[in-house]
């Protein structure tokens, strides 16, 4: 017997019948290992397997089997943890169908829920719970009482597209939410992580459960590569403001059903205008829309109905369709610019060719200025494209970025003190510490957590009875009673946009948005009529043509070492990718030339002279650069940061080293750097304000400095 028939036995007689009836012939490599470990072992499980292979039939098969061989057990016994509430409603369906025959209760909790269906789960939670953390969150505070009756059965927690939680803000809150949960149970829940892009096994074990990574095991089995249809495509435009070429490619290179992403929402609306007029001057069918967190829940579920039921929609979208909502078939993806993450470019590759036997496909634009005349060796070098090869190397090399799992989150830290005091109404500060972080998320002293629990009493956000537990103060009452308490990450305030009454999205305040003046947003462009500041709405009309309102940049990614190290490589070497189109293939040939005839050379720091200023390319990390930046500015060095290189005015190479090298004896203080940044006090988390500022230093070094990285450049100045 195949691994796939052994296992296929390992289920429960109604599973098997179920799974005849949807008509599988086997089961897949991911879900025949899981059912393989599921019931071999009882360690935490993480399964890590490409996009569509089948990972939440994998996770809930051995569950659901034996939840059936354990009859006697009732109530709630699985949870299903996803980052987002349309990737709820979409397992829901898959569930619940699944769940049908056998007769397993299946519920969805999420504000879309009547409060009339809630009240009667509560009364008698069984079967499975899918949610996200900010409901599990809603949970503690406003109905804590049921907490012990309603998970006390609650075997197992399903986290799905994990690697959206890892070493995250949110996904420390989940962490200590399940941990919370672990403690009504006799036993802790058995974890199960799904994921399609883990950059670090180990770090991801050690997320999963910090106290014994040892006691997690990875199912990654291979054997169901797709194939891939990859395409990098290169357009140097000529003069400012002339209509790029890859408006007219749309037609041809997406004929189907096709998602699009762009990095910056402001250039995603500006792109679909673009692309709508074209189709307009042309004559032909508007089949383009957009997608992303700043539209209303309406125009979003609008474009994903259209996404399934059309044929042809091309959508314009940010990472709100990077994960796995159920689209339809999307038969190809589009990627401007290059993207942010190597992990996002898998993500984004797999959302395409979904069904068996269908291919991944994806395209990249890299758009780029003409290097003409006098311009800096920057320009000339086109790093945008070095960055999208080198990340697209990379991923066929099966490289992703690692999670940072060991940020303080000081700032959820805060949020959970007050959410489990809120909860219980009060409760000792040895008690609390044991709970949060003895026994649960967090990792910190005794002596830093009782200096952070001060600064919380100093702020009025605690305070401490007779018998010394801890309340709630006076300002810690307006923040749990607040509606966005229950999410331990910062929602950006954003001004809503309406159009005759109807929601049309919402979009961040910029000072250049005055009446009169004119914005993108669903694709289209609108005219100001009216900002209501003390209501947050924008009223708008329509106004179809005219020229595009200028936009901005949104902050940047954090680039791993590894990237910038790929890049240099490819600008140094020989090889040029298959999946390069003959206009980004020249790009990179007149990079290289470029950096030849400087020689630019391998597996060194780079220094460049230009003109009378200096340019050094580390091939460093964003950490490593900032940081070095920051030590120049020490030095009292007159530097521009140039995005892969930092360019000194009026020096010279030794002016450099005898600027840099000092730091090498005496390190530059984390203090110093930050006030250059002016972060010093403030950090950058929803509760930061509240959080004594050398922790925030610490967070801040660990998060967007490398002072180690960045002397290790140093010595090869």
């Known amino acids: 017997m195949t691994l796939s028939e052994r296992m296929f036995e390992k289920l429960h007689p109604l599973v098997q019948r179920k799974l005849y009836d949807m008509r599988w012939t086997e089961l897949r490599p991911i879900q025949a290992e899981t059912i393989r470990a599921f019931f071999s072992h009882d360690r935490h499980l993480i399964l890590a397997a490409e996009t569509a292979a089948g990972k939440t039939e994998a996770a809930f098969l051995p569950i659901l089997s034996r939840m059936l061989t354990e009859s006697r057990e009732k109530g709630l016994r699985a949870l299903y943890v996803s980052p987002l509430r349309a990737l709820i409603n979409d397992q829901f369906h898959r569930l619940d169908d699944l769940c049908e025959r056998m007769e397993i209760p299946v519920f969805r909790w999420h504000s879309d829920v009547g409060s009339a269906l809630k009240k009667k789960f509560l009364a008698d939670p069984r079967g499975l719970l899918l949610i996200t953390p900010e409901s599990i969150e809603s949970l503690f505070i406003n109905h804590g009482e049921h907490i012990g009756h309603l998970f006390k059965t609650t075997s197992w927690a399903v986290l799905d597209e994990m690697h959206a939680f890892t070493g995250t803000e949110r996904g420390m809150h989940l962490l200590s939410l399940l941990a919370r949960i672990d403690r009504v149970r006799t036993r802790p829940m058995r974890r199960l992580g799904l994921s399609a892009t883990i950059g670090d096994f180990e770090a991801s074990k ?113 990472a709100t369709l990077e994960l796995g909502i159920d689209v339809g078939n999307v038969t190809r993806v589009g990627q401007f610019g290059a993207p942010w993450s190597v992990s996002a470019l898998r993500q984004r590759l797999g959302r395409s060719g979904r069904r068996d036997g269908e291919s991944s496909a994806l395209v990249m634009f890299i758009a780029d200025k003409i290097p003409r005349g006098d311009v800096s060796f920057v320009r000339k070098i086109h790093p945008e494209l070095l960055q999208a090869i080198a990340m697209s190397e990379l991923m066929f090399d099966r490289w992703s970025e690692p999670p940072d799992v060991e940020r303080l989150h000081c700032s959820t830290l805060v949020q959970q003190c007050l959410s489990v005091v809120a909860e219980k109404g009060g409760i000792s500060a040895p ?24 600064s919380l009493g100093t702020h009025d956000l605690l305070d401490q009875t007779g018998e010394g537990d801890l309340v709630l103060g006076l300002e810690g009452e307006k923040i749990v009673r607040n509606y966005d308490f229950y999410a331990a990450f910062t929602a950006p305030k954003q001004l809503a946009v309406v159009h005759q009454g109807r929601p049309v999205g919402s979009i961040f305040l910029a000072l250049d948005m005055i009446p009169e003046g004119f914005i993108l947003l669903a694709g289209k462009r609108w005219k100001i009529r009216a900002i209501d500041l003390e209501r947050d709405v924008i009223d708008v009309d329509s106004a179809e043509d005219g020229k595009a309102p200028p936009f901005g940049g949104d902050e940047g990614p954090e680039i791993h070492s590894r ?103 005496t390190p530059p203080e984390v203090e110093r750097i930050v006030d250059i940044f002016e972060l010093a006090g403030k950090g950058k988390e929803k509760y930061d304000r509240f959080v004594p500022a050398k922790f925030l230093l610490e967070a801040f070094e660990r998060q967007y400095l490398d002072i180690s990285g960045a002397l290790r450049a140093v010595t090869q100045l």
Request: glycine letters at 8%; hydrophobic letters at 40%; a neutral charge.
């Open 206 to 318: 050690k997320w999963l459960w910090a106290r014994a990574p040892g006691e997690v095991e990875v199912l990654a089995p291979g054997g169901e590569s797709k194939e891939i249809l990859y395409r990098v495509k290169g357009y140097e435009i000529g003069f400012e403001g002339s209509q790029s070429p890859w408006v007219e490619d749309m037609e041809r290179l997406f004929p189907s059903t096709s998602l699009i992403f762009v990095n910056s929402r402001t250039m995603l609306e500006h792109l679909t205008w673009t692309v709508q007029r074209y189709a307009k001057k042309k004559g032909l069918p508007d089949r383009y829309r957009v997608h992303h967190g700043s539209l209303s829940k309406i125009e979003r579920e609008d474009t994903e109905d259209a996404l399934k039921t059309r044929e042809g929609i091309v959508t314009f979208c940010s």
């Open 431 to 454: 008690a609390l510490y044991d709970l949060l972080i003895s026994r649960g998320a967090f990792r910190l002293s005794k002596a830093d957590f009782g200096e952070l629990l001060r």
């Open 563 to 665: 990237v910038r190290q790929k890049m240099f490589e490819l600008l140094t070497g020989g090889d040029v990718p298959v999946y390069l189109d003959d206009r980004a293939a020249q790009m990179l040939m007149n990079a290289r030339q470029v950096a030849a005839e400087v020689r630019m050379e391998r597996g060194r720091c780079s220094l460049l002279k230009e003109k009378r200023n200096l340019l050094w390319f580390p091939w460093e990390s964003s950490a490593v650069h900032r940081t070095l930046y920051a030590m120049g500015l020490l030095a009292g060095m007159e530097l521009e940061d140039r995005g892969i290189a930092l360019e000194f005015k009026r020096t010279t190479p030794s002016e450099l080293a005898e600027a840099y090298i000092p730091f090498l004896e």
